[in-house]
């Protein structure tokens, strides 16, 4: 129980163009969800905390204008890197927290390897 | 304030005990957790503590704590190759807005030799 599916795997995209990753928690309500980056052989840096159905909580330094959260509902949170660029090269990793789960308190998407070309 | 290290690299034999270490600044934190992650994957949560308990054993895992120092470590016991990965400590703490949020270490990279 509590899966999350995250789409797409990866993606290639030229630099300009906006990128919507989906975040889909498939046997549970997610209310809230994490959005993280990871640059190659670094840690998860937590972009930003999503509640269904009020604004995103981004961290220090996280540009909101150029990464937006939308979480409608209590299944789908959606990240959208606007105006991509070759910097924004990187994996990003939704989270879901849960209340009763084997994962106890967290799980964790299979993560979006973003290229912008 | 909110920091997670880890040292970045470990080697050992296959059939040796692996020790990965992890220190932590935030005395409030409730929960420590270890995943792994294998290259391009997402996270898969190993273990978790309570900040109550001094050790957890699960299977070939031993996680064991040290709230005074703020040590916590992972020993996987009879290392296989089906191991080498990145292991990630984490904290969970709670942000402004009253929700648990996990603080990652930089991520340890193990590599077992056959």
């Not at chain 1, 906006?18 to 989906?22: L, P, R, T, Y």
């Not at chain 1, 990003?92 to 927290?97: E, F, L, Q, R, V």
């Given at each position: 129980?509590?899966?999350?599916s995250q789409?797409?795997?990866?993606v290639?995209?030229k630099?300009?163009t906006?990128?919507?990753?989906?975040c889909?928690s498939l046997d549970f309500?997610a209310t809230?969800?994490?959005w993280?980056r990871?640059?190659p052989?670094?840690?998860l840096?937590l972009m930003?905390?999503?509640?269904e159905?009020?604004?995103?909580?981004?961290?220090?330094?996280v540009?909101?204008?150029?990464?937006?959260?939308?979480?409608?509902s209590?299944?789908?949170?959606?990240?959208t890197v606007t105006?991509?660029h070759p910097e924004d090269?990187?994996f990003?990793?939704?989270?879901?927290?849960v209340?009763?789960?084997?994962n106890?308190?967290y799980?964790?998407?299979?993560?979006?390897r973003?290229t912008v070309? | 304030?909110?920091?997670?290290e880890?040292?970045?690299?470990?080697?050992v034999?296959?059939g040796?005990?692996?020790?990965?270490?992890?220190?932590?600044?935030d005395?409030s934190?409730t929960y420590?957790?270890?995943?792994k992650?294998?290259?391009?994957a997402?996270?898969?949560?190993?273990?978790?503590?309570?900040?109550n308990?001094?050790?957890?054993?699960?299977?070939?895992?031993t996680?064991?704590l040290?709230?005074?120092?703020?040590h916590?470590s992972l020993r996987?016991?009879?290392?296989q190759?089906g191991?080498s990965?990145?292991?990630?400590?984490?904290?969970?703490?709670?942000g402004?807005?009253?929700?648990?949020?996990?603080?990652?270490g930089q991520?340890?990279?193990?590599?077992v030799?056959?």
């Open positions: 129980g509590a899966v999350v789409h797409p795997s990866w290639i995209c630099s300009g906006s990128v919507k990753i989906e889909r309500q809230t969800m994490f993280y990871q640059f052989k670094q840690s840096m930003a905390t999503s509640n159905g009020s604004k995103a909580t981004y961290e220090q330094g540009e909101k204008d150029k990464f937006l959260i939308n979480h409608a209590l299944t789908l949170s959606t990240l105006s991509a090269s990187s990003y990793i939704c989270s879901a927290s209340t009763v789960s084997s106890y308190g799980t964790f998407g299979s993560g979006t973003l070309v | 304030g909110e920091d997670v880890q040292s970045l690299f470990l080697s034999r296959e040796d005990s692996s020790v990965i270490n992890c220190t932590y600044t005395s934190s420590l957790y270890w995943y992650q294998e290259p391009g997402g996270l898969q949560l190993l273990t978790y503590i309570f900040s308990m001094d050790m957890k054993q699960d299977q070939r895992l996680v064991l040290n709230k005074k120092d703020k916590l996987i016991a009879d290392t190759t191991d990965a990145i292991y990630f400590c984490a904290e969970r703490i709670w402004s807005s009253n929700t648990g949020k996990l603080i990652f991520g340890t990279t193990l590599q030799k056959p």
